[in-house]
């Protein structure tokens, strides 16, 4: 593989971009690789970069890509929304449509807010769940990322994790205070604080934690929390990002029957292109402004052009939800299934999490991996020989331990047999570690 391009682009990127990246992880630092690749173009399953070579991707824009790059359908939409005109400062027809849509998949949602980014999303709905309970103080869990807005940004997941730390300078300790956290999954961690505290205005939770690397949830902790919040008068806050319309069209609260008051939404929802979302009970949205006092607001929120690609993407998966979502998962399971038969023909131990379309492989000899630190404790140096090998020979695997591997509807067999080939190689080289 030539690199040279890539290389020589990211000396330029240094001079005028914070590490060469404007999202930390694309940086590709804990892996051992002093340049990232820079993307090109890419279609389908694969991606090329600017030394053109040719990639199976299992990054996926980290989600949305959940029907493959460049789909037709979405781009057919994408290019009549853009002869319609890029932006207006004024409601269009088609946001209507796009709320439609998500409230049809989505039935805990009886109003839905466009935002520009997830980011954007998890914070107001935030600060939404703090106006209706009227309380302070809000409960995420380690390891869980809800985007980089101050009072999430405790114990905060992939993005800061691939780094090496756990919570963002820059913030300060009144918002710190306010931000409780616990491991993922402890619902008598969970029960004894809100026993001690009744200032908590909400649990947001990733409800398939998918940037600690995938853990596997217990439904059990999903009812749990469900009941505690609505005991003690806390709203309960999905952050499906990540997991909505990936892991079923209705994302992990269809999947485990859990009803949250409020879904924040990304990604997917935008078909690629910059859009996220947050909604729940008319009782809660109907306090955002400008009909109640919860302000939240974006010149480009709604873009006409991003919530297009949403639409497309979302009609596409609804009119193929039977197969489509099917189908994902046997993808996983077959990748999944073959790793494990690799991992022992090499003697390389790992502990595979999967939910859906997502996967992660931890190179560890623990027969399970369930909380932060147990990601923690997985190999690093394994992780950068594993996602080094697949870059050289043609497969892009997320740059940290701490991600998920996406599968989309756009992998074929043939990609994935070639990807199972070259991880047998890499298992290979690990194994002389
Ligand atoms: C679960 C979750 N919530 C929120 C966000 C933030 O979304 P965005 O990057 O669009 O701001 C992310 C981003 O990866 C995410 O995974």
């Known amino acids: 593989m030539r690199y040279e391009n890539s290389a020589e682009i990211f000396e330029k990127a240094k001079k005028v971009i914070p590490g060469g990246v404007n999202s930390p992880v694309r940086a590709f630092g804990s892996v051992n690789k002093s340049y990232p690749i820079f993307a090109k173009k890419a279609k389908g399953s694969k991606i090329w970069c600017e030394d053109d070579n040719e990639y199976i991707d299992y990054i996926c824009s980290w989600g949305p890509m959940i029907l493959g790059h460049n789909n037709e359908r979405v781009m057919a939409g994408v290019r009549e929304a853009i002869e319609d005109g ?19 998949c989505y039935p805990s949602i009886e109003k839905i807010r466009l ?19 009227k309380k302070n103080k809000i409960l995420k869990f380690e390891g869980c990322y809800h985007g980089h807005s101050d009072s999430l940004m405790v114990k905060a997941g992939s993005g800061l994790l691939t780094d090496g730390y756990q919570d963002s300078n820059g913030i300060t300790q009144g918002t710190i205070k306010d931000t409780l956290t616990l491991p993922f999954g402890r619902m008598d961690l969970v029960k004894e604080l809100f026993e001690k505290d009744d200032d908590i205005a909400c649990i947001i939770m990733e409800p398939v934690p998918a940037n600690m690397g995938i853990i596997e949830t217990d439904a059990e902790f999903l ?12 709203v309960l806050i999905f952050d499906e990002v990540i997991s909505g319309f990936r892991l079923a069209l209705g994302g992990a609260q269809e999947l485990f029957g859990v009803t949250p008051d409020l879904t924040t939404l990304g990604k997917i929802i935008g078909g690629g292109y910059p859009v996220g979302a947050f909604g729940g009970k008319n009782e809660l949205m109907d306090m955002i402004a400008p009909v109640g006092d919860v302000y939240h607001a974006g010149t480009l929120s709604g873009n006409p052009v991003s919530v297009r690609a949403g639409y497309e993407t979302i009609s596409e998966l609804l009119e193929n939800k039977d197969t489509l979502y099917k189908e994902l998962k046997e993808k996983v399971n077959y990748i999944t299934s073959n790793i494990e038969k690799i991992s022992e023909k090499h003697n390389v131990p790992v502990c595979i999490n999967k939910q859906g379309s997502l996967f992660t492989i931890f190179f560890t000899d623990k027969d399970e991996i369930k909380t932060l630190d147990d990601v923690i404790e997985t190999d690093t140096e394994k992780y950068a020989k594993y996602f080094n090998v697949m870059l050289d020979s043609g497969v892009v695997t997320p740059p940290s331990k701490y991600e998920a591997h996406f599968v989309s509807a756009a992998h074929t067999k043939d990609d994935m047999d070639k990807t199972l080939e070259i991880m047998d190689k890499a298992f290979e080289e690990i194994s002389k570690m």
């Open 86 to 104: 890029s932006s207006f400062g004024l409601p269009t027809k088609m946001e209507v449509e796009l709320a439609e849509l998500v409230i049809k």
């Open 115 to 133: 935002t520009t980014s997830g980011t954007e999303a998890t914070m107001a709905a935030v600060r939404l769940a703090r106006a209706y309970t």
């Open 223 to 234: 009812k749990g929390v469900r009941e505690l919040c609505t005991a003690k008068n806390s």
